[in-house]
């Protein structure tokens, strides 16, 4: 199953009002979609959805960056599922 999502239930570009809050929501769909899959093409999929730009880069990189994604992942994937390491090469870098 794809799972397919519309841009304009992301961010407004306008406004961007999407909170930490709406990437943790994210992040647990994608870890309820994907649970079979490691963390790290998990987050190569939510890497490409804000490259795509239907999430936030400040806000992404914030959501990685605070450690909140690593209590979720401990909280629904197995403990070798767990790979990453590194966090910095998710990071999106400002052109």
Do not use: P
């Amino acid at each position: 199953m794809k799972l397919r999502i519309k841009s304009e239930y992301f961010i407004d570009k306008t406004n961007k009002s999407f909170k930490i809050e709406d990437y943790l929501m994210v992040f647990e769909i994608l870890i309820s979609f994907n649970n079979s899959q490691k963390l790290s093409d998990i987050l190569k999929i939510f890497h490409k959805m804000v490259e795509k730009e239907y999430l936030d880069k400040e806000i992404f990189n914030y959501f990685l960056r605070s450690g909140v994604f690593e209590d979720y992942a401990e909280k629904y994937l197995k403990a070798e599922q767990i790979d990453v390491k590194n966090i910095e090469e998710y990071i999106i870098k400002y052109e």
